[in-house]
């Protein structure tokens, strides 16, 4: 007797995976930004163009008018940018694809200076090409003392402390998170914190509360440096300065020359 048996194989589709919006290239960055300059973002896919536009910011604010060519945004500002001045750009949440996601990392931001990078070290003030002592005037605590966590006062103890706060898998922290790998190898006297929200904690809840210097919603990445500073009002205190976005490599790497200089004045 011969029993035959029958195999049924069910077809499951296989869910296509989903490619997330995400800037692949921005201009400009860093120092040496001239004043007529446009600034220029690049996604990987095609963005639904009215809310790019729409979460779109520039502060200091300056009017300006948008062209697109393909997936790349071109905001030609109406004047010339302010000399020397700090500008950060901003892509916000409400940015999307033709599909209706949002970026891979929510949001998107960077910072350009519309000047060389500085040749004298940096003062110790409230500026935005300051290193501070209490919150900046960005900050809704402006003025008021920062708690600094006790794991960075401790790693203060021997040199200039930075710090690269982040989540996992978005592309400007990817970015930000090889610019500082770069300086910290060549900065290896420095100590150097890595965490990823959600993962490395309390240490990157710690770091987002003291030093977002926006306050209120944390983006990432958000990059930190510290180091010990002449206070105004006479001795030693703790300077910080810290970025939300992408800072670019020689700008990053100036400001830790600067930190050391002032560390090793004040230790």
């Known amino acids: 007797m011969v029993t035959a048996s029958i195999l049924v194989y069910t077809y499951y589709p296989r869910e296509e995976y989903k490619v997330l919006p995400r800037v692949v290239d921005f201009a400009p960055s860093g120092y040496g930004t001239s004043t007529g300059a446009e600034i220029i973002v690049t996604f990987n896919k095609a963005m639904d ?11 200091p604010s300056i ?16 004047g010339a940018l302010m000399d020397l001045t700090y500008y950060t750009a901003t892509i916000g949440q409400g940015a999307k694809d033709l599909d209706g996601s949002q970026l891979d990392c929510v949001m998107f931001s960077w910072s350009f ?10 003062d110790v003030g ?25 794991y960075v006062l401790s790693a203060l103890d021997s040199d ?6 982040h989540s996992e898998g978005c592309a400007p922290c990817i970015q930000q998170g090889t610019i500082c790998q770069s300086v910290s190898a060549a900065n290896p006297d420095i100590t150097y914190f890595d965490l990823s929200s959600g993962t490395d904690e309390p240490e990157a809840s ?9 306050g209120g919603v944390h983006y990432v990445p958000l990059t930190i440096v510290v180091t010990r500073v002449q206070s105004p009002a006479g001795g ?9 976005g992408v800072i670019d490599l020689d700008s990053l790497q ?14």
């Open 49 to 59: 163009i009215h809310s790019v536009e729409t979460s779109f910011s520039v502060s």
């Open 63 to 78: 009017a300006g008018s948008f062209a697109w060519a393909g997936i790349t945004m071109t905001y030609t500002p109406s």
């Open 113 to 122: 200076f519309t000047g060389e990078i500085p040749t004298e070290r940096r």
């Open 126 to 150: 409230t500026g935005a090409e300051d290193f501070w002592i209490g919150y900046p005037p960005t900050h809704p605590s402006s003025g008021e003392t920062v708690q600094h966590p006790d």
């Open 160 to 165: 200039v402390v930075m710090i690269l706060d």
């Open 206 to 214: 710690q770091a987002f509360a003291a030093y977002d210097p926006n």
């Open 236 to 244: 030693t205190a703790v300077g910080w300065h810290a970025w939300e």
């Open 254 to 267: 100036s400001w830790i020359l600067d930190a050391k200089s002032h560390y090793d004045e004040n230790s």
